[in-house]
Protein backbone atom coordinates (compact mmCIF):
# COMPACT_ATOMS: atom_id res chain seq x y z
CA UNK A 1 0.00 0.00 0.00
CA UNK A 2 2.47 2.12 -0.25
CA UNK A 3 2.27 3.32 -4.03
CA UNK A 4 -1.53 4.08 -2.31
CA UNK A 5 0.23 6.44 0.26
CA UNK A 6 3.11 8.03 -2.03
CA UNK A 7 -0.40 9.15 -4.46
CA UNK A 8 -2.61 10.44 -1.54
CA UNK A 9 0.81 12.55 -0.31
CA UNK A 10 1.22 13.73 -4.15
CA UNK A 11 -2.64 14.55 -3.84
CA UNK A 12 -2.13 16.63 -0.85
CA UNK A 13 1.12 18.30 -2.01
CA UNK A 14 -0.50 19.68 -5.20
CA UNK A 15 -3.75 20.61 -3.51
CA UNK A 16 -1.51 22.81 -1.37
CA UNK A 17 0.65 24.47 -3.93
CA UNK A 18 -2.78 25.26 -5.68
CA UNK A 19 -4.25 26.67 -2.54
CA UNK A 20 -0.28 28.65 -2.65
CA UNK A 21 -0.95 29.73 -6.33
CA UNK A 22 -4.14 30.98 -5.96
CA UNK A 23 -3.78 33.28 -2.62
CA UNK A 24 -0.99 34.81 -4.13
CA UNK A 25 -2.49 35.13 -7.45
CA UNK A 26 -4.25 38.48 -8.37
CA UNK A 27 -6.27 37.83 -11.84
CA UNK A 28 -5.15 39.98 -14.35
CA UNK A 29 -8.75 41.55 -15.10
CA UNK A 30 -8.52 43.03 -11.42
CA UNK A 31 -4.95 44.76 -12.60
CA UNK A 32 -6.47 46.24 -15.55
CA UNK A 33 -9.62 47.99 -13.87
CA UNK A 34 -7.28 49.48 -10.98
CA UNK A 35 -4.62 50.56 -13.37
CA UNK A 36 -7.32 51.83 -15.69
CA UNK A 37 -9.08 53.52 -12.45
CA UNK A 38 -6.02 54.95 -11.46
CA UNK A 39 -5.16 56.51 -14.48
CA UNK A 40 -8.37 57.99 -14.73
CA UNK A 41 -8.41 59.86 -11.73
CA UNK A 42 -4.57 60.78 -11.95
CA UNK A 43 -5.37 61.94 -15.67
CA UNK A 44 -8.47 63.88 -14.37
CA UNK A 45 -5.94 65.88 -12.42
CA UNK A 46 -6.14 65.05 -8.92
CA UNK A 47 -3.51 64.46 -6.83
CA UNK A 48 -2.22 60.86 -5.64
CA UNK A 49 -3.54 60.94 -2.22
CA UNK A 50 -7.03 61.68 -3.43
CA UNK A 51 -6.80 58.97 -6.15
CA UNK A 52 -5.95 56.40 -3.85
CA UNK A 53 -8.50 57.63 -1.14
CA UNK A 54 -11.08 57.38 -4.21
CA UNK A 55 -9.88 53.89 -5.29
CA UNK A 56 -10.01 52.68 -1.65
CA UNK A 57 -13.62 53.58 -1.18
CA UNK A 58 -14.80 52.56 -4.93
CA UNK A 59 -17.38 50.04 -4.89
CA UNK A 60 -16.21 48.50 -7.96
CA UNK A 61 -15.41 44.61 -7.66
CA UNK A 62 -11.57 44.49 -7.13
CA UNK A 63 -9.63 42.02 -5.43
CA UNK A 64 -9.11 41.55 -2.14
CA UNK A 65 -5.42 42.28 -2.24
CA UNK A 66 -5.44 45.19 -4.40
CA UNK A 67 -7.84 47.26 -1.97
CA UNK A 68 -5.66 46.12 0.66
CA UNK A 69 -2.33 47.69 -1.86
CA UNK A 70 -4.37 50.51 -1.86
CA UNK A 71 -4.79 50.92 1.69
CA UNK A 72 -1.16 50.40 2.00
CA UNK A 73 0.01 53.00 -0.69
CA UNK A 74 -2.60 55.40 0.93
CA UNK A 75 -1.01 55.08 4.60
CA UNK A 76 2.85 55.58 2.75
CA UNK A 77 1.56 58.93 1.20
CA UNK A 78 0.21 60.04 4.13
CA UNK A 79 3.86 59.19 6.20
CA UNK A 80 5.66 61.32 2.91
CA UNK A 81 7.09 58.18 1.12
CA UNK A 82 6.85 57.32 -2.47
CA UNK A 83 4.15 55.09 -3.90
CA UNK A 84 6.93 53.16 -5.52
CA UNK A 85 8.43 52.60 -2.70
CA UNK A 86 5.30 50.84 -0.96
CA UNK A 87 4.74 48.86 -4.10
CA UNK A 88 7.97 46.90 -4.01
CA UNK A 89 6.50 44.59 -1.07
CA UNK A 90 3.43 43.50 -2.84
CA UNK A 91 2.44 41.00 -5.06
CA UNK A 92 2.05 43.38 -8.40
CA UNK A 93 4.43 42.78 -11.57
CA UNK A 94 7.77 43.81 -11.30
CA UNK A 95 6.99 45.78 -14.77
CA UNK A 96 4.34 47.51 -13.02
CA UNK A 97 6.71 48.80 -10.09
CA UNK A 98 9.15 50.22 -12.08
CA UNK A 99 7.12 51.96 -14.10
CA UNK A 100 5.50 53.80 -11.38
CA UNK A 101 8.92 54.12 -9.87
CA UNK A 102 10.06 55.94 -13.33
CA UNK A 103 7.17 57.42 -13.75
CA UNK A 104 7.50 59.32 -10.31
CA UNK A 105 10.84 59.91 -11.40
CA UNK A 106 10.27 61.49 -14.49
CA UNK A 107 6.77 63.59 -13.37
CA UNK A 108 5.25 61.35 -15.65
CA UNK A 109 3.34 58.90 -13.88
CA UNK A 110 -0.43 59.01 -15.60
CA UNK A 111 1.63 58.43 -19.02
CA UNK A 112 3.34 55.50 -17.42
CA UNK A 113 0.16 54.14 -16.10
CA UNK A 114 -1.09 54.89 -19.74
CA UNK A 115 1.40 52.24 -21.45
CA UNK A 116 0.45 49.65 -18.57
CA UNK A 117 -3.07 49.94 -18.94
CA UNK A 118 -2.46 49.35 -22.36
CA UNK A 119 0.20 46.37 -22.24
CA UNK A 120 -2.09 44.79 -19.25
CA UNK A 121 -5.08 45.49 -21.70
CA UNK A 122 -3.39 43.60 -24.58
CA UNK A 123 -2.28 40.92 -21.98
CA UNK A 124 -5.68 40.11 -21.24
CA UNK A 125 -6.99 40.34 -24.33
CA UNK A 126 -4.68 37.66 -25.85
CA UNK A 127 -5.73 35.24 -22.80
CA UNK A 128 -9.28 36.01 -23.99
CA UNK A 129 -8.80 35.35 -27.56
CA UNK A 130 -6.80 32.00 -26.86
CA UNK A 131 -9.67 30.90 -24.37
CA UNK A 132 -12.13 31.35 -26.97
CA UNK A 133 -10.75 29.30 -29.18
CA UNK A 134 -9.94 26.90 -27.67
CA UNK A 135 -13.94 26.73 -25.90
CA UNK A 136 -15.52 24.64 -29.09
CA UNK A 137 -12.55 22.01 -29.17
CA UNK A 138 -12.73 21.64 -25.08
CA UNK A 139 -16.41 21.51 -25.36
CA UNK A 140 -16.75 18.78 -28.28
CA UNK A 141 -14.55 16.35 -25.90
CA UNK A 142 -16.02 16.76 -22.85
CA UNK A 143 -19.48 16.29 -24.45
CA UNK A 144 -17.92 12.99 -26.25
CA UNK A 145 -16.81 11.18 -22.80
CA UNK A 146 -20.13 12.24 -21.13
CA UNK A 147 -21.89 10.63 -24.62
CA UNK A 148 -19.63 7.60 -24.54
CA UNK A 149 -19.45 6.97 -20.62
CA UNK A 150 -23.64 7.35 -20.64
CA UNK A 151 -23.21 4.47 -23.67
CA UNK A 152 -20.90 2.58 -21.38
CA UNK A 153 -22.91 2.42 -18.39
CA UNK A 154 -26.31 2.90 -19.11
CA UNK A 155 -27.01 1.63 -23.03
CA UNK A 156 -24.35 -1.14 -23.33
CA UNK A 157 -25.76 -3.36 -20.52
CA UNK A 158 -29.49 -3.26 -21.54
CA UNK A 159 -28.43 -4.85 -25.26
CA UNK A 160 -26.45 -6.99 -23.51
CA UNK A 161 -29.51 -8.08 -21.58
CA UNK A 162 -31.47 -8.23 -24.60
CA UNK A 163 -29.95 -10.60 -26.79
CA UNK A 164 -29.60 -13.18 -23.44
CA UNK A 165 -33.29 -12.83 -23.60
CA UNK A 166 -33.61 -13.18 -27.44
CA UNK A 167 -31.21 -16.14 -26.82
CA UNK A 168 -28.58 -14.16 -29.44
CA UNK A 169 -24.82 -16.08 -29.51
CA UNK A 170 -22.42 -13.10 -28.65
CA UNK A 171 -18.62 -14.29 -29.49
CA UNK A 172 -16.54 -13.83 -26.80
CA UNK A 173 -14.01 -11.36 -28.57
CA UNK A 174 -17.42 -9.23 -29.09
CA UNK A 175 -17.82 -9.69 -25.23
CA UNK A 176 -14.69 -8.45 -23.94
CA UNK A 177 -14.80 -5.45 -26.42
CA UNK A 178 -18.23 -4.29 -25.20
CA UNK A 179 -16.40 -5.15 -21.24
CA UNK A 180 -13.27 -2.89 -22.60
CA UNK A 181 -15.61 -0.46 -23.72
CA UNK A 182 -17.51 -0.24 -20.74
CA UNK A 183 -14.32 0.12 -17.80
CA UNK A 184 -11.74 1.18 -20.23
CA UNK A 185 -13.35 4.79 -20.90
CA UNK A 186 -13.83 6.01 -17.05
CA UNK A 187 -10.48 4.46 -16.47
CA UNK A 188 -9.28 6.65 -19.84
CA UNK A 189 -10.91 9.77 -18.59
CA UNK A 190 -9.53 9.15 -15.10
CA UNK A 191 -5.89 8.57 -16.40
CA UNK A 192 -6.26 11.54 -18.42
CA UNK A 193 -7.20 13.93 -15.47
CA UNK A 194 -4.29 12.57 -13.58
CA UNK A 195 -1.66 13.49 -16.08
CA UNK A 196 -3.58 16.65 -16.38
CA UNK A 197 -2.33 17.24 -12.72
CA UNK A 198 1.01 15.76 -12.96
CA UNK A 199 1.65 18.03 -16.04
CA UNK A 200 0.47 20.45 -13.99
CA UNK A 201 2.59 20.12 -10.37
CA UNK A 202 5.52 19.29 -12.93
CA UNK A 203 5.18 22.68 -14.85
CA UNK A 204 4.96 24.71 -11.28
CA UNK A 205 7.62 22.82 -9.96
CA UNK A 206 9.80 24.21 -12.78
CA UNK A 207 7.96 27.54 -12.15
CA UNK A 208 9.83 27.36 -9.19
CA UNK A 209 13.54 27.26 -11.14
CA UNK A 210 14.03 29.53 -14.00
CA UNK A 211 17.47 27.40 -15.17
CA UNK A 212 15.33 24.52 -15.35
CA UNK A 213 12.54 26.07 -16.65
CA UNK A 214 14.76 27.21 -19.41
CA UNK A 215 16.31 24.26 -20.37
CA UNK A 216 12.99 22.48 -20.49
CA UNK A 217 11.90 25.42 -22.83
CA UNK A 218 14.82 25.04 -25.43
CA UNK A 219 14.37 21.21 -25.70
CA UNK A 220 10.62 21.61 -26.42
CA UNK A 221 11.97 24.24 -29.19
CA UNK A 222 13.51 21.58 -31.14
CA UNK A 223 10.32 19.93 -31.96
CA UNK A 224 9.24 21.06 -35.28
CA UNK A 225 5.20 21.20 -34.40
CA UNK A 226 5.50 23.37 -31.48
CA UNK A 227 8.67 25.52 -32.17
CA UNK A 228 6.55 28.13 -33.95
CA UNK A 229 3.97 28.75 -31.22
CA UNK A 230 6.71 28.94 -28.07
CA UNK A 231 8.90 31.46 -30.03
CA UNK A 232 6.10 33.39 -31.40
CA UNK A 233 4.92 33.77 -27.48
CA UNK A 234 8.35 33.76 -26.23
CA UNK A 235 9.05 36.92 -28.90
CA UNK A 236 5.71 38.36 -27.81
CA UNK A 237 6.51 38.60 -24.58
CA UNK A 238 10.33 39.70 -24.18
CA UNK A 239 9.48 42.61 -26.77
CA UNK A 240 6.71 43.86 -24.93
CA UNK A 241 8.26 43.94 -21.87
CA UNK A 242 11.08 45.50 -23.30
CA UNK A 243 9.36 47.87 -25.65
CA UNK A 244 7.55 49.32 -22.86
CA UNK A 245 10.70 49.98 -20.38
CA UNK A 246 12.38 50.93 -23.88
CA UNK A 247 9.74 53.98 -24.20
CA UNK A 248 9.21 54.92 -20.46
CA UNK A 249 13.20 56.53 -20.99
CA UNK A 250 14.88 53.76 -19.69
CA UNK A 251 17.64 52.77 -21.16
CA UNK A 252 18.21 49.41 -22.31
CA UNK A 253 20.60 48.08 -19.36
CA UNK A 254 18.10 49.46 -16.83
CA UNK A 255 15.31 47.32 -18.36
CA UNK A 256 16.67 44.27 -18.59
CA UNK A 257 18.07 44.72 -15.27
CA UNK A 258 14.01 45.28 -14.40
CA UNK A 259 13.18 42.34 -16.35
CA UNK A 260 15.44 40.35 -14.12
CA UNK A 261 13.42 40.96 -11.53
CA UNK A 262 10.38 39.71 -12.61
CA UNK A 263 9.20 37.08 -10.43
CA UNK A 264 5.95 36.31 -12.08
CA UNK A 265 7.50 35.37 -15.35
CA UNK A 266 10.91 33.22 -14.16
CA UNK A 267 11.26 32.13 -18.16
CA UNK A 268 11.55 35.91 -19.18
CA UNK A 269 13.25 36.66 -16.61
CA UNK A 270 16.25 33.98 -17.07
CA UNK A 271 16.66 35.31 -20.67
CA UNK A 272 16.79 38.85 -19.81
CA UNK A 273 19.48 38.17 -17.48
CA UNK A 274 21.83 36.29 -19.86
CA UNK A 275 20.80 38.99 -22.52
CA UNK A 276 22.01 41.68 -20.23
CA UNK A 277 25.25 39.54 -19.74
CA UNK A 278 26.04 39.37 -23.63
CA UNK A 279 25.58 43.14 -23.91
CA UNK A 280 28.27 43.99 -20.57
CA UNK A 281 30.51 41.79 -22.45
CA UNK A 282 30.63 44.12 -25.52
CA UNK A 283 28.24 42.08 -27.57
CA UNK A 284 25.71 43.63 -29.47
CA UNK A 285 21.96 43.10 -29.03
CA UNK A 286 22.03 42.22 -32.46
CA UNK A 287 24.88 39.59 -32.19
CA UNK A 288 23.31 38.72 -28.45
CA UNK A 289 20.19 37.68 -29.80
CA UNK A 290 21.68 35.14 -32.13
CA UNK A 291 21.47 32.55 -29.31
CA UNK A 292 17.94 33.01 -28.23
CA UNK A 293 14.78 31.47 -28.86
CA UNK A 294 13.79 34.26 -30.91
CA UNK A 295 11.68 34.53 -34.21
CA UNK A 296 13.24 35.69 -37.31
CA UNK A 297 10.77 38.84 -37.46
CA UNK A 298 12.01 40.03 -34.31
CA UNK A 299 15.53 39.00 -34.89
CA UNK A 300 15.39 41.70 -38.68
CA UNK A 301 13.72 44.10 -36.02
CA UNK A 302 16.36 44.23 -33.59
CA UNK A 303 19.18 44.46 -36.11
CA UNK A 304 17.22 47.25 -37.85
CA UNK A 305 16.60 49.54 -34.55
CA UNK A 306 20.49 48.93 -33.64
CA UNK A 307 21.19 50.98 -37.08
CA UNK A 308 18.50 53.28 -36.35
CA UNK A 309 18.99 53.28 -32.75
CA UNK A 310 15.37 53.73 -32.34
CA UNK A 311 14.77 50.70 -30.15
CA UNK A 312 12.29 51.63 -28.28
CA UNK A 313 9.48 52.10 -31.27
CA UNK A 314 11.16 49.34 -33.16
CA UNK A 315 10.35 46.81 -30.05
CA UNK A 316 7.17 48.07 -29.65
CA UNK A 317 6.29 47.48 -33.17
CA UNK A 318 7.86 43.94 -33.33
CA UNK A 319 5.60 43.17 -30.41
CA UNK A 320 2.33 44.24 -32.43
CA UNK A 321 3.07 42.30 -35.39
CA UNK A 322 4.13 38.93 -33.54
CA UNK A 323 1.20 39.27 -31.83
CA UNK A 324 -1.14 39.44 -34.97
CA UNK A 325 1.45 36.21 -35.63
CA UNK A 326 0.40 34.58 -33.03
CA UNK A 327 -3.14 35.39 -33.10
CA UNK A 328 -3.28 33.70 -37.20
CA UNK A 329 -1.09 30.52 -36.01
CA UNK A 330 -3.40 29.63 -33.11
CA UNK A 331 -6.44 30.20 -35.07
CA UNK A 332 -4.83 28.09 -38.20
CA UNK A 333 -4.01 25.69 -35.05
CA UNK A 334 -7.51 25.31 -34.06
CA UNK A 335 -9.03 25.03 -37.47
CA UNK A 336 -6.76 22.10 -38.03
CA UNK A 337 -7.34 20.21 -34.92
CA UNK A 338 -10.88 20.64 -35.07
CA UNK A 339 -11.13 17.84 -37.86
CA UNK A 340 -8.80 15.71 -35.91
CA UNK A 341 -11.19 15.86 -33.03
CA UNK A 342 -14.66 15.17 -35.15
CA UNK A 343 -12.63 12.53 -37.00
CA UNK A 344 -11.33 10.64 -33.57
CA UNK A 345 -14.64 11.51 -32.32
CA UNK A 346 -16.77 9.64 -34.85
CA UNK A 347 -14.46 6.80 -34.87
CA UNK A 348 -15.06 6.35 -31.05
CA UNK A 349 -19.16 7.07 -31.25
CA UNK A 350 -19.15 5.01 -34.42
CA UNK A 351 -17.52 1.97 -33.66
CA UNK A 352 -19.10 1.86 -29.98
CA UNK A 353 -22.54 1.65 -31.90
CA UNK A 354 -21.55 -0.85 -34.39
CA UNK A 355 -20.22 -3.17 -31.43
CA UNK A 356 -23.42 -2.77 -29.93
CA UNK A 357 -25.51 -3.75 -33.34
CA UNK A 358 -23.32 -6.33 -34.56
CA UNK A 359 -24.91 -9.35 -32.95
CA UNK A 360 -28.00 -8.36 -34.29
CA UNK A 361 -26.52 -7.94 -37.96
CA UNK A 362 -25.23 -11.11 -37.74
CA UNK A 363 -28.42 -12.72 -36.67
CA UNK A 364 -29.89 -10.99 -39.84
CA UNK A 365 -27.40 -12.44 -42.25
CA UNK A 366 -28.36 -16.05 -40.62
CA UNK A 367 -31.72 -15.77 -41.11
Known amino acids: ?75 AIHQGER ?40 QLEWQRQIRKLLTYPLTILLATCILLSFLAWFVLPQFQSMYQMMGIHVSESLQLALVGIRYGLPAIGVCGIGMLLLCWFRV ?31 SVAFAESLGILLQAGVSL ?32 PTIAAQSFPFTNDLLAMIQLAEQTGDLAGNFTHAAHVLREEWRDAIGFFIERLQPVFMIVIGGFVGGTVLLVLLPMFQLMSAM
Request: glycine letters at 6%; a positive charge.
Open 1 to 75: MKWLAGLAGQGRLLIFRWQQLTQRRIPLSDIVRWTRMFHGLLAAGLPISDCLQTLYRSESLLHPQLTAITGQLLQ
Open 204 to 234: YQLWQQPQRLAAAFLSACKYPFIRMYLKLWF
Open 83 to 122: VSASLHSTRLPALFVHMVQIGEETGELALCLQMMKRHYQQ
Open 253 to 284: SQSLQIMEMSKQQPLLQYFAERFHQSILQGDS
